[in-house]
């Protein structure tokens, strides 16, 4: 749905695209980003400690909940002629083989300046279970004229 910064309220709602974590998808994020570490490729290395955590297990590439929050706030931004323009998130908890994510946001603020218009989003990923595993921020720009920048 196509909306507009004049439609938009506090507490709106933005939903993302759930994604199935594979053994296969973490392969390929690392080939794309070239991040080979053994947290995300092998079992064995992921049995070990990391001082107080035991993840017991390869997990997800942080990033990869980053590009998910990013296609959510592009695919719901761009029809409307906004820029998603600042994302800051924070990893809450390991995404694992056999997870499903899925990212959605609440529109927390909107201010208006000389130049531009702008939308304050809160964003979150959540596992098939509904826990928490990133949160974060993120800032959208609605262009006043887009061709006068």
């Keep these: 749905m196509t909306t507009t910064f004049e439609k938009l309220r ?3 709602a933005i939903d993302g ?3 199935a974590v594979s053994r296969d998808s973490i392969r390929l994020f690392c080939d794309a980003s070239l991040d080979y570490n053994p947290l995300h490729l092998d079992d064995e290395y992921m049995k070990g400690s990391f001082g107080k955590t035991n993840f017991g297990g ?4 942080g990033m990869n909940n980053f590009g998910l929050i990013s296609r959510m706030i592009t695919d719901w931004a761009y029809p409307a002629g906004a820029i998603h323009r600042r994302l800051e998130t924070r990893w809450v908890k390991p995404v694992r083989p056999g997870d499903t994510i899925q990212p959605s946001g609440t529109i927390k603020a909107k201010q208006v300046t000389e130049k531009s218009r702008w939308v304050l ?6 596992n098939q279970t509904g826990e928490k595993v ?16």
Excluded at 58 to 61: L, S
């Design 10 to 12: 506090a507490g709106d």
């Design 17 to 19: 695209p759930a994604f």
């Design 58 to 61: 390869i997990i997800m590439h």
């Design 121 to 126: 989003i809160d964003v979150v990923v959540k």
């Design 134 to 149: 990133a949160t974060g921020e993120a800032l959208v720009e609605f262009p006043r004229d887009l061709f006068c920048q």
